[in-house]
Each structure stands twice: as C-alpha cells, then as structure tokens.
C-alpha cells in the first residue's frame, strides 16, 4: 500500500490509502467547514494518507437533511472549502469532493429541509422505511410524501452547479456517491424506482440518470478527476435487490462508466458475504430480506473487478468496507486493486498511516456510536481528540 500511484496519470499519490468519506456533522457555521474540519483533515493528511475523500456535500437544498452537514451550491460555500484544500495541499495528499443527493432517504420535517420549502424527491414514490440515522427526537424516520421528480433534468443541472464551484475550491477531483439509499442509487434499483419512462425500467434506463450526472460533469472536470462510488450489494435503507439484478444492473453500469475514462471506480462491499474487519462496531446494514439473497460468499469484488482492472483499462479500481490491512496489501499486490479505502478506522486513528506503515494495531472505537455524528455543541468532541499511538 507504500508504493506511490497515479490516477489517470496525472493525479500523484504518494501512496495507495484512501480516506473515504465520512458523515461527521460538524460544520456547524453554517453548513461550512470550520476550523474543527480543517483540523481533521490536515491530521489525516499530515499523518501521511494519499487520498482523501471529503465527506457527502449536499449539492443543492432540495437535499440537504441533516443538520450540519455541509453544502457546495455558492461561492460563500466554495470559499469554505478553499481553507480545507489549501490547507490539505500543503500537507502533500490530494482531496477530492464528494458530491451528494439523499433523495428519498430524508424527512420532510427536517430543518434545513423544511425551511427550504422543498419537498422530498425521489425517482418513485416509494418511500424508505429501514436505515435510520440520526434524526433528531420527535422527528420520524424517513418521509412517506414523496415527490416524483418530474424533470430529472434541473437536478443535473444542479450537480454541475455543485461541481464547478468545487473546482473553485481547489479539489483534485469529484467522486460522486452514487450508493448507501440516496438518489443516484434510488435511480439505478428497481426496490425505488418504478418509473415507466426512460428513466425506469431496464437496466440501460435505471442507468440513464447517473450516467447523465456523469456526462454532465465531464463538462466540468477532465475524465480522471472523476470518481464513482458504487455499492451493488447495499442492504441499507431497503436498498437491497435480487442477485439478478445486482448482476445485470453493474454489470451494464461499470462498462459505461469505465468506457469514459473515469479516474477510479469506488467499490463498496457493504451488504456482500464478507467478514467484518478493522473491529467494526457500526453497523446499518440490514438483513437481506427473502428474495435478495446472495450467493454464498458472494464479494463483488470478484464479479466486478474484472471490468474495470483489464489491460488497456484507464480507470482504477478502489475497494472499501470490511477491507483489513491484510487484505488491502494481498489485493494491491495481486493486481486485483488499485486504492484501499477505509472509511471509519480514520475516526478514531487520525495516524492510520503511521500505524500501517509500522505494523500497529488500528486503535478501536471505545466511545460508541454517539462519536460518529456530532450535537453541534462541541464539534472537535469526538473528532479531533483521538489519541495516537506512542510508537508512531
């Protein structure tokens, strides 16, 4: 995982480890990064990581749920951000913008939500009932009135908006979360979306909306800068689909994403037949319910990594979620992968690298699940007070 790579060639990595992205809650000044998230990112970077992926950025406010979650839709929020960047650079990593959508997985009585006026949308009336997060005390899990977008359009438009102001921030690049229930992913299952157009349907037309996201910002940003984030077998916030349409649904997706020359396809074990890693004490997922079964010992990534790591292929291939060290070295030096990414060991070991690079232990979570999303009253609690090791 020490071995420096280049994405698309033209991005240097000084290293094969990717911090993912992470849902912390702590941009309390107005859904802005402040100095607690600077702090946070800059201990990663100066830790030595060679990626990082910022945490989901709402791109506009007809999704943007949760409280202090940050947004990326005005120059105000690109400047923001600028501090975050600047600041990441100059500790040596590169870092890149995760733009997000929740679609159905919110509640209209959120807030920011509910102070926008808008509704909630979704590609189908159909509403989540499983995956709830962290709403607030007497609101209810997700919202049954849904909106059935009507125009999938105006919402491309607005992650190109969302995209070029990140430009203006100074990112390397764009991933774009296309998984965990939330828009893209409602688009690409048919457990969401039931639409008869060209949007529903086939896997070619549940295809349709995120390849267009995609398309649109290549307008943008160069074709390696980008990044998709893709989870065929999540099992949360009833996400999950038959075998069979997990198979004919990627294995149509991945071919068109990779046939334009993205930078990295992002691949998501979340819901496979994998054994838990990196003591992981943080479940969402659900069970699978009947019907959406897998194979037993099913992993994705040996069904879909052979579509985007070929000969001649330009676009890498990271895998994430229940990814130990171990492994991550094993499929880095089999040529299977290209990146490792870890998501919450980064929480609570701001030295992960150090601590991989020396053979350390990757510290626990032995505060609990309340660590996770901050109460906006004290954003560097549980964020930037973990310790490192002594060794390191």
């Known amino acids: 995982m020490f071995t420096p790579y280049s994405i698309g060639g033209s991005i240097p990595l000084r290293n094969r480890i990717v911090m993912q992205s992470i849902t912390r809650n702590r941009c309390v000044e107005d859904n802005m990064p402040g100095e607690a998230v600077i702090q946070h990112y800059v201990e990663r970077a100066r830790d030595g990581v060679g990626l990082i992926v ?11 749920q949760w409280l202090h979650t940050p947004v990326m839709f005005n120059e105000s929020h690109a400047k923001s951000w600028r501090k975050v960047t600047d600041a990441v650079h100059k500790e040596g990593a590169k870092i890149f913008f995760q733009a997000w959508h929740p679609g159905r997985q919110q509640n209209e009585n959120m807030p920011m939500l509910k102070e926008s006026g808008y509704p909630v949308l979704a590609p189908s009336k159909i509403p989540a009932t499983g995956g709830k997060y962290h709403d607030p005390p007497g609101i ?3 919202t049954v009135n849904i909106t059935e977008i009507i125009d999938p ?3 491309i438009e607005q992650f190109r908006n969302s995209v070029e102001l990140a430009k203006q921030a100074g990112f390397d690049g764009i991933e774009i979360l296309a998984q965990g229930g939330y828009l893209l992913q ?16 086939s896997a070619e037309n549940r295809s349709r909306f995120l390849l267009q996201v995609v398309d649109a910002i290549l307008s943008i940003w160069p074709p390696h800068t980008i990044g998709v984030k893709i989870c065929p077998t999540d099992n949360i ?8 349409e997990i198979s004919s649904t990627y294995n149509y997706l991945i071919p068109q994403l990779v046939s334009r020359g993205l930078g990295f396809i992002n691949l998501s ?23 959406t079964e897998l194979p037993v010992g099913y992993d994705p990534l040996v069904e879909f990594g052979p579509l985007v790591k070929f000969e001649g292929s330009k676009t ?17 030096r089999e040529g299977k992968v290209d990146l490792v990414g870890f998501g919450r060991p980064f929480i609570h070991n701001p030295d992960l690298v150090s601590r991989v690079k020396r053979g350390i232990p990757l510290a626990l979570n032995d505060r ?4 996770y999303y901050g109460d906006g009253l004290k954003p560097e609690e549980g964020y930037n007070d973990w310790p490192v090791a002594v060794q390191a």
């Open 368 to 371: 609990g699940g309340k660590v």
């Open 237 to 244: 916030a009833d996400m999950s689909i038959p075998y069979a």
């Open 140 to 142: 209810a899990d997700h």
């Open 269 to 291: 074990r979340r819901g496979a037949d994998v054994p838990p890693a990196n003591g992981a004490d943080f479940q969402m997922a659900e069970s699978r319910p009947a019907g």
């Open 186 to 201: 409602n688009f690409l299952h048919s457990c969401s979306n039931t639409r008869t157009d060209n949007y529903g349907g």
């Open 54 to 64: 910022t945490e989901g950025t709402f791109i506009w406010l007809n999704g943007a």
């Open 316 to 332: 890498a291939l990271v895998v994430n979620h229940e990814v130990t060290v171990q492994e991550g070295e094993r499929l880095i």
């Open 153 to 155: 359009q105006e919402i």
